[in-house]
């Protein structure tokens, strides 16, 4: 392992970053705050929804800003710098290992997820403020959980950039991210889907229900959740299983 | 330390399309399917390209050219055979392999989200060298390929020259043991040209190793010391650019088509004086075409006519071309390399 070209690729990416920082921002708060503000303010006050649904939305909120920032982060670069551009190259001839490559990928990605994440509570106390009612009493497994579901969209963004063809990241978008949001318990608590059986077992491939319930557990406990070891396990299968599976993908791309 | 480069036996079968040299989709899955189309790139080349040389691969589109680089610079994994850069086995060890050379691909690879300058300074910083270090053979290298001017602007809008120009700069910037080139002077215009055979020249005198692939002839005689001429994944001929042109009978090639078949011309064309070989060419349109290896071009093609004439044999087309390693392809494997 070679810690200087290591730390030189993630300047790299840290110096790419802060270039784009502005589109950067939009793209990764824009959606979910707009999301707040009509769901968390507009609905609350108007009465269509009541006020708990505040401190409820939360930590959906931040699964799904996490998720989409962590697998931007890492997949669009890829798609496009090995299929389009071939930028990669010159990095992929740095003296490492090439899967310190798509590691360094992957921390990077899931530090920015970590950001994005723990902006949104601030962003969202401010928007929804009066009335949400963030209950930390674990700081610690808070912590465990957010570093997983950053790990977790960093190496989906893995997975998913080294197996996607750059004609169809919109299909990545409606097929993968869209149906993955909408039954990834963001808007809703699990135990919501008891009248829906069947959907409630299925959605337990969805990571994303692990990624919300986790959060829901450890922010505002004092909604119906799964248990919070039980989401620490599953989120380590998954980020397990994604880790290796994006690592083979990128092995794939990396050597003809 | 000299650095030279080994190869025995290399084999590449591609079953898919190479990934990044096809800039192909993926779905290798599906493809999986369907029975694997296989295409030999390498067909069992060795190599031995001593340390400090310039050593050329010459052959037409398709003749395993960059495969060999992709092998050579670890990018590409080879099916059968070995190779070696200094002691070490490319294959088994990458990392030290990688950080003893520098290379320049075919297709213009630069990091489009930096500037010039940041390309080379990001390059140093991967290869370990010091912020000042970097910053003083990045501001070398930019002046050296006249690109100062330009060095703090985004690559995006960079022409494709100044692409080739810096992505050769950056390939340098770590000082490599062993320099690949990838077709090197495609789409360079004449004048940069002759400042990027300077600077190979230059960097080759420092005790570089240099491998470069084209099919400039020009080129090849200029900068090579050493030449392999590459045809289906396979060496066909080897030497000095001056050995292998002498070993063009004659030199000069003239390429002689007649209206009618006629084996009793072709054999007193070689009555000639001056004429070393005469060869029936092959190939679909190589009907009635004799191929005439001869020490003299011009000249010689006013008594063709005349045998033509004598034996009734309408001549239809002559192509006459001066000694060059185009026509060394083209004795060696009856095609032309541009084919």
């Given at each position: 392992m070679n810690w200087k070209t290591f730390l030189a690729l993630l300047a790299r990416d840290a110096h790419v970053a802060r270039r784009n920082f502005v589109p950067l921002l939009l793209q990764t708060f824009l959606q979910p705050m707009m999301f707040v503000f009509i769901f968390g303010r507009v609905m609350v006050s108007s009465g269509y929804m009541p006020a708990a649904y505040k401190s409820l939305l939360l930590p959906g909120i931040m699964a799904i800003s996490m998720i989409f920032t962590g697998v931007w982060a890492v997949a669009m670069p890829l798609i496009g710098e090995f299929q389009f551009t071939h930028e990669i190259e010159d990095r992929l001839l740095a003296p490492i290992e090439n899967y310190w490559l798509a590691i360094e990928k992957v921390c990077f990605g899931a530090a920015q997820a970590v950001v994005a994440g723990l902006a949104v509570i601030p962003a969202a106390w401010v928007l929804l403020r009066p009335g949400v009612e963030i209950h930390l009493l674990s700081p610690l497994l808070f912590i465990g959980v957010t570093v997983l579901v950053a790990l977790l969209s960093a190496c989906g963004g893995l997975a998913l950039g080294c197996s996607i063809d750059q004609t169809k990241i919109g299909l990545m978008f409606s097929l993968v991210l869209t149906p993955m949001i909408f039954?990834?318990?963001?808007?809703?608590?699990?135990?919501?889907l008891t009248n829906f059986p069947i959907l409630q077992k299925a959605?337990?491939?969805?990571?994303l229900v692990y990624a919300s319930e986790g959060l829901r557990g450890t922010l505002v406990p004092q909604f119906p959740h799964l248990p919070v070891l039980a989401v620490l396990l599953a989120l380590l299968v998954f980020d397990s299983l994604l880790l290796a599976l994006g690592l083979r993908q990128f092995r794939r791309k990396a050597v003809a | 330390m000299l650095a030279g480069i080994r190869t025995r036996e290399l084999r590449k079968v591609y079953t898919s399309p190479p990934p990044l040299a096809a800039g192909g989709g993926f779905g290798a899955r599906r493809k999986n399917k369907q029975p694997a189309r296989e295409v030999v790139a390498l067909d069992g080349l060795s190599l031995d390209v001593t340390g400090g040389e310039i050593f050329g691969l010459l052959g037409p589109n398709g003749a395993g050219k960059s495969t060999t680089v992709g092998i050579l610079t670890t990018r590409v994994r080879p099916t059968n055979g070995q190779a070696w850069i200094g002691d070490y086995d490319v294959w088994g060890q990458q990392v030290e392999v990688k950080r003893l050379i520098g290379v320049v691909a075919q297709r213009p690879n630069l990091d489009f989200s930096l500037t010039a300058r940041e390309i080379l300074l990001y390059h140093g910083a991967y290869f370990g060298l010091d912020s000042r270090t970097r910053s003083m053979r990045a501001n070398e290298l930019l002046d050296r390929f006249k690109l100062s001017d330009r060095?703090?602007?985004?690559?995006?809008?960079?022409?494709g020259g100044m692409m080739q120009r810096l992505s050769i700069a950056r390939a340098m910037m770590h000082d490599p043991q062993v320099l690949f080139l990838d077709e090197p002077s495609a789409g360079l215009d004449p004048q940069t040209r002759l400042l990027l055979w300077e600077i190979i020249r230059e960097y080759n005198q420092s005790g570089k190793t240099i491998l470069l692939t084209t099919h400039n002839m020009e080129e090849a005689d200029a900068l090579c010391q050493r030449l392999a001429i590459i045809d289906h994944g396979r060496n066909i001929a080897l030497g000095t650019p001056a050995e292998l042109k002498a070993s063009v009978p004659g030199g000069f090639l003239l390429r002689v088509r007649f209206g009618a078949d006629s084996p009793d011309l072709f054999e007193r064309l070689k009555t000639l004086s001056g004429v070393r070989e005469v060869r029936v060419q092959t190939g679909?349109?190589?009907?009635?075409g004799v191929d005439v290896y001869a020490d003299r071009g011009g000249p010689l093609v006013s008594e063709i006519a005349n045998l033509a004439a004598a034996s009734s044999v309408e001549l239809s087309d002559i192509n006459i071309s001066e000694p060059s390693l185009e026509n060394l392809f083209l004795h060696h494997t009856g095609r032309s390399l541009r084919e």
């Open positions: 039954f990834g318990c963001t808007y809703y608590p699990w135990s919501a959605v337990l491939v969805n990571p | 060095a703090d602007q985004m690559v995006r809008g960079f022409s679909a349109d190589g009907e009635n």
